[in-house]
């Protein structure tokens, strides 16, 4: 309902799943609705996708991006790392495109660059933002 709000042909930002990453991914493979963290976070992208479809649909002038999910909680850096790197896949990246949504490339927000795809759970969270970037 908020889509019809916006005006025809403003672009439009999304920033989707920073609560399922903090929240629901986890429940929903606890609660057996998924085999993995990893079918879950894949299940999350296609609804993504199935969402922008939508909004496509009912805003065809605008410029719709989407933004990467921040990776500033370290509680929660593991899943929003996995589910930002499933953002920026080929498949997802065309996903994205047959909505006419783009995928915004974001720098690192982490001292000495972004972290190993292979970083275990304690890299992950040891890792430092950018002084700029501190919250506290």
Do not use: W
Request: proline share 7%; net charge negative; glycine share 8%.
């Amino acid at each position: 309902e908020r889509v019809a709000n916006v005006p025809a042909g403003a672009p439009v930002l999304f920033i989707l799943g920073e609560i399922d990453c903090r929240e629901g991914i986890l429940r929903a493979v606890q609660q057996g609705k998924h085999d993995s963290i990893e079918a879950a976070l894949s299940s999350l992208v296609g609804l993504y996708a199935g969402l922008l479809q939508d909004v496509r649909r009912k805003l065809p002038k605008s410029r719709i991006f989407v933004h990467p999910v921040p990776n500033v909680l370290p509680e929660t850096r593991l899943i929003t790392l996995a589910f930002n790197r499933m953002l920026a896949s080929p498949e997802a990246r065309d996903d994205f495109g047959r909505a006419g949504a783009q995928l915004l490339d974001m720098d690192s927000l982490f001292k000495g660059g972004a972290p190993s795809p292979h970083a275990g759970p304690e890299a992950l969270a040891a890792l430092e933002l950018l002084d700029h970037l501190r919250l506290d």
